[in-house]
């Protein structure tokens, strides 16, 4: 366990931590300096000899690491990487709820979130994180960056088990709604059960057919709207694109699915078609306090439409607090 981190969070982001390895013995050191090890550590295209001129690495004491500073073993290094401008994900967060132990929000599409990859800042963690003032806060689940609708998370971390636990024993009872295709002939509702898999690295999951059982939603036409149905999406499992994929195997992919049924290339700061899939409900019992809990989002379908163009990183919409549900 390192020692606490003598840099404060920036933009909720806590401070990377490296630690040089323990001295071997009878062994010399392999780094005359710790500006050689940092050089040899970060190869990532981390300008470090310009980190160091700034004074950006500092040792458990808070002290600025210099270049020429003697390589010891066993220390402790923290720093702050730079982050690529992000194009400003358009939309509010809606914080539908809050409290001791949670905060539940309703997140536009486009909006990762967790930081990774290409969409850090641009996440629903870092955005709350500073808004809030809450440094530990943690998501309890994930939707797609594409998708929208209720995401919960955890204020502290001491808090995070419960929550997590009643997911995985899939005890949270989650309701989803999604824009697609009339079928005439498709009888519903109707359950989907397959096997799912997903590489890493892949952007598409597959189903393999004939493997056991581990992905199941039900699926019903809840109302018909200019020409297309709302489906009322009930899934026991929660698969990587699960609903998508499901879907899209009943012949009615969600309308603004770029990667099912074909994968589309569309560029990042494209926010122009939406995904019309929302995570509407979320029902448990609270694993702390026993109480019965409901959340609904605050959207709608069809979601509309923003402008396509990239936003202003000075200009990142604010969260709105909404009521509770």
Known sequence: MPPRSPLPARHGLAAAHLCTPPRVRATPDPWPTMGAWLRGRLRD????????????FVDEDGRALRDDDPYAPARHVWFHRDLRDEPVVPGEIHVVHRDERLVVVDKPPFLSTIPRGRHVVQSVVVRLRAELDLPELSPLHRLDRVTSGLLLLATEQRWRGAYQTAFERRAVDKTYRALAPLRADLALPTVVRDHIHKERGTPRAEVVPGAPVNAETRVELEREADGRGVYRLTPRTGRTHQLRVHLDGLG????????????????????????????????FTDPVDGRRRRFRSVRSLPLPAEDGAPRDAERAPRSRRSPPP
């Open 45 to 56: 295209g981390v300008d470090v000899a310009g980190m160091l001129a700034q004074g950006r």
């Open 252 to 283: 009615i992919p969600i309308v603004g699915d770029p990667l099912y049924p074909v994968v589309r290339d569309v560029a990042v700061d494209d926010f122009r078609d939406p995904l019309q899939l929302l995570a509407a409900e979320v029902a």
